[in-house]
């Protein structure tokens, strides 16, 4: 079991940046990692994956470009740098851990759950 705990959101404006972090309880140095989001009346969705040495990242179309996932393995952090933000982009955002798929992102599964922070973007 392990524990995702993340910080890092709040209330920027439009074409602003936050970065997101999200610090584990333990190691998760074979994990796959990523975040997700979910805005009012909608479902979750995927946002960003990578593997855990960090050599495959994969993005959802919507912030290609704009939002950028890091890893240190070595603080059991991982990060979501987030730029040239949009009202679009308004939501929660969880980080998740998938422990089955340390090698690919392609089939981004998490087992495990932050409880989420919020981002709000203005107009």
């Known amino acids: 079991q392990v524990q995702l705990v993340e910080s890092g959101g709040g209330l920027v404006q439009a074409g602003g940046s936050l970065r997101l972090s999200c610090v584990a309880s333990r190691t998760f140095a074979t994990y796959a990692m990523g975040w997700f989001r979910q805005a009012p009346g909608r479902e979750r969705e995927f946002v960003a994956a990578?593997?855990?040495?960090?050599?495959?990242?994969r993005y959802a179309d919507s912030v290609k470009g704009r939002f950028t996932i890091s890893r240190d393995n070595a603080k059991n952090t991982v990060y979501l740098q987030m730029n040239s933000l949009t009202p679009e982009d308004t939501a929660v955002y969880y980080c998740?851990?998938?422990?089955?798929?340390?090698?690919?992102?392609?089939?981004?599964?998490?087992?495990?759950w932050g409880q989420g922070t919020q981002v709000t973007v203005s107009s």
């Open positions: 998740a851990a998938d422990p089955k798929n340390s090698f690919t992102v392609a089939r981004f599964s998490p087992d495990y």
């Open positions: 990578v593997t855990w040495r960090g050599d495959s990242i």
